[in-house]
């Protein structure tokens, strides 16, 4: 394999190791505590405004508990209150300090959640905030053995760092004041649209250009044999196309050494190994970026395309090529000094996705076997790292790599996002490489074989195959609302949906076999069949 193919494929492991659509972390222990009247309100997420000595502070969110009153849905309808330290802290016991009209903040341990909502409501406190004792948010249940709950204030935790800042200010001698509320979120995520559009709309770009790039070698390979028939066989094992083919050997190791690389980012997160995550990016986007371009522009100054110029290191190099790098090395640096305003995502989708169109185009599969043995891998490398290892290292390491805790980063660059414009909690609607390139190899590969076999699109298996992609990242999206908002491993979704399409069509029409050894329809060479 050359230096490219190499490179190429240390990139696809690259940005192939987040296979997660987002969603918030959340602890629960609600299937040990069932409803019931009192302990039966939907679990909603709460906003909580702060004022520290009368100038507008930070917004922290919370989530509201399975008792208490419901939260105000409107910020004018939500009253501004003065926030108190419940003493003691854990508030297990009658507070010693007036609390009559305030919103007590308490923190989580010693005794169960409503005990603590029951002594702050009997204290005189309008609502209660419990700190958790870790970062994540943590839904609050009710006990098993408890009845007749009569708890008429609200109550909602807020994560470890909120409560820690907020507590801070007061110990400090500061005034401090809340307002609690709980904005409905919209049915339908136009974020999540968006991305679904763009993850459809990048395989398919990728795809009819892997078979284009693979009809254009077909139709010059058998120029090759009507010239020099005599050669077959030296033409057949002449390599040089620049395309790496998968085996099933390396689908295997590949996941392997994903997850060895997904570890040591979980373990090695910080500021610095981030910014080397991002020099990294630049350089796959710099170089998916060019070959996208030049790929267009070199239809319209076809010329430029094929006159070449040698430069050292990088050897032969089309005068378009040399003309469009500036740009993309500038549109990539621009990126990465400004990739934390407001609007940086544009950038690194425009990179991402001229990285993953490009990729797709320069690493194939072979055929389904490979792909099989790829796409269950990754199925499997999917639900461990962000189910599993939850039991291994007590937190999804999927997720907070996606995350970018312990970064200061918010998360690392190998994902597509949009912010959630219409959504009163803002945020981004992400979505891992992992899951548009895997499923797109197998995707491509389907659309080759079309071209190949002279198949139209209700007879082939690409048309089936996007459909099942787009069908399964749907039920992701559908999962993850119904899940709380819990990541969720999408390959857990999509490979079903587009391997097992293929696998079905293939043995329905009987060409499974093709499908699984060759990866093509069979073929009689021209020069053999005019001997005959």
Not at 272 to 290: N, P, S
Not at 301 to 322: D, H, M, N
Not at 451 to 478: D, H
Request: proline share 4%; with cysteine.
């Amino acid at each position: 394999m050359d230096f490219k193919g190499d490179f190429w494929v240390l990139l696809l492991l690259l940005i192939s190791i987040l296979c997660v659509v987002n969603g918030g972390d959340i602890v629960h222990d609600d299937d040990s505590a069932p409803k019931r009247p009192g302990c039966d309100n939907n679990f909603v997420l709460v906003k909580v405004q702060t004022w520290v000595d009368g100038n507008e502070g930070k917004e922290y969110v919370g989530v509201g508990a399975r008792f208490g009153t419901l939260m105000e849905s409107k910020e004018k309808h939500a009253n501004q209150t003065r926030l108190s330290l419940s003493d003691p802290l854990d508030c297990c016991t009658k507070p010693k300090n007036k609390l009559i009209g305030d919103v007590v903040m308490v923190h989580r341990g010693n005794c169960t959640f409503t005990t603590k909502a029951n002594i702050a409501q009997a204290a005189g406190a309008t609502a209660v905030l419990v700190i958790n004792n870790h970062k994540e948010l943590y839904k609050m249940v009710c006990d098993p053995n408890e009845e007749n709950l009569h708890i008429t204030i609200p109550a909602v935790m807020l994560p470890k760092d909120a409560g820690a800042s907020l507590e801070g200010s007061i110990n400090s001698g500061s005034k401090v004041a809340v307002q609690l509320y709980s904005p409905e979120r919209p049915l339908v995520d136009t974020a999540e649209v968006f991305l679904w559009l763009m993850a459809v709309g990048t395989i398919l770009c990728a795809s009819y250009w892997s078979a284009w790039s693979a009809k254009e070698a077909a139709i010059e390979h058998e120029k090759l044999l009507k010239d020099a028939p005599d050669d077959f066989l030296n033409v057949e094992n002449e390599g040089g196309s620049g395309v790496v083919d998968i085996n099933t050997t390396s689908a295997v190791l590949f996941v392997v050494i994903a997850s060895c690389f997904l570890v040591v980012l979980y373990k090695l997160m910080s500021f610095w190994f981030v910014e080397i995550l991002v020099v990294l990016f630049c350089i796959g986007g710099v170089e998916g970026l060019q070959t996208c371009l030049v790929a267009l522009l070199s239809r319209r100054f076809k010329q430029a395309g094929e006159l070449f110029i040698k430069v050292p290191f990088f050897g032969a190099v089309s005068y378009l090529t040399l003309a469009i790098s500036p740009f993309c090395i500038a549109f990539a640096v621009v990126w990465a000094v400004y990739r934390h305003i407001s609007f940086a995502w544009i950038g690194q989708d425009i990179l991402g996705i001229a990285l993953i169109i490009t990729v797709l185009q320069i690493v194939r599969i072979p055929n389904l076997k490979v792909g099989t043995v790829l796409l269950s891998c990754a199925f499997l490398y999917d639900i461990f790292w962000v189910f599993v290892s939850k039991k291994l290292f007590h937190e999804s390491v999927m997720i907070v790599v996606a995350r970018g805790d312990r970064s200061g980063e918010d998360g690392i660059p190998m994902l597509l996002k949009i912010p959630r414009m219409f959504d009163p909690w803002g945020g981004y609607s992400i979505i891992g490489f992992g899951d548009i390139l895997l499923p797109g190899l197998l995707i491509a590969f389907s659309l080759r074989y079309d071209w190949a076999a002279k198949k139209n699109l209700r007879a082939g298996y690409f048309l089936w195959s996007i459909i099942a992609y787009g069908s399964g990242l749907l039920i992701t999206y559908v999962a993850l609302n119904l899940m709380d908002g819990h990541g969720q491993p999408a390959l857990l979704y999509i490979v079903p949906f587009t391997l097992g399409t293929i696998l079905t069509l293939g043995t329905k029409r009987g060409e499974l076999n093709n499908l699984w050894t060759k990866g093509e329809p069979e073929r009689v060479c021209p020069h053999i069949q005019h001997t005959q």
